[in-house]
């Protein structure tokens, strides 16, 4: 069975471009989250989204914004990039939501680097 | 509010001895808590988990953790390192039995293991 997958896997930008990063869950999972994970720093939680709402959302500024699909497929896009947005951003996939004790499946990133 | 603390940032042991990762985590709720491990180039990788079931949690390769309620602890365990186990490793909390998602990580310990 595939695993979650990311899209792309490297990214580089430059300062005040836009960003939009792609997850696909596993088949059956309703849950999608993105997490920002900076070099030597563990993953900061950016959005859940279950059924297609949002269901949490950690200390990121309003120019981070996300969406899920029909298909619980997702999407982050990050406007005016700032050189600190440079990481790696992961995306997990659940059953249900993470608060319930679901166990999260996470794809290999995309790291984006914002010169 | 939840938070997770992890005592050490480097642990170095060599191959045949004990491990021991700590974990203290902070929560106003019932929590939901997770080891992850993260090797280089590769993906999160679930270790183990608890969600108030039995106390002593084993999972995969041989580690296990015990929740200690009254220390607010997640230690992780093994035997006996293999060279294999060097990796980073994640302590995580969530808060149980919630409609709403948030996943808070720890900083990440840096296991080596030595021949």
């Known amino acids: 069975d595939a695993g979650v997958t990311q899209s792309p896997t490297h990214l580089i930008k430059t300062r005040g471009q836009q960003v939009t990063l792609r997850c696909s869950p596993i088949?059956?999972?309703?849950?999608v989250s993105w997490y920002q994970q900076v070099l030597g720093q563990g993953p900061q939680f950016i959005f859940q989204y279950y059924e297609k709402e949002e269901r949490g959302r950690g200390n990121f500024p309003d120019r981070f914004s996300a969406r899920q699909f029909p298909n619980y497929s997702s999407e982050l896009n990050v406007n005016a990039l700032l050189l600190g947005d440079s990481a790696l951003y992961l995306c997990?996939?659940?059953?249900?939501?993470?608060?319930?004790?679901?166990?999260?499946?996470f794809g290999p990133g995309t790291r984006l680097l914002v010169l | 509010a939840q938070s997770v603390t992890q005592l050490d940032s480097h642990v170095s042991v060599s191959e045949g001895t004990p491990v021991l990762l700590r974990c203290n985590y902070s929560?106003?709720?019932?929590?939901?808590l997770f080891w992850y491990v993260q090797h280089p180039n590769k993906g999160l990788q679930l270790l183990l988990k608890y969600t108030s079931a039995a106390t002593l949690v084993k999972g995969i390769n041989g580690f296990e953790a015990e929740f200690k309620k009254s220390e607010t602890s997640f230690h992780l365990t093994k035997p006996s390192a293999h060279m294999s186990d060097a990796a980073e490793y994640f302590c995580v909390v969530t808060r149980l039995n919630t409609n709403a998602g948030k996943s808070t990580f720890g900083d990440g310990t840096t296991l080596t293991v030595k021949p």
């Open positions: 997990a996939s659940s059953q249900g939501l993470a608060g319930s004790g679901e166990t999260q499946y």
């Open positions: 088949s059956g999972h309703k849950s």
């Open positions: 929560s106003s709720y019932s929590p939901s």
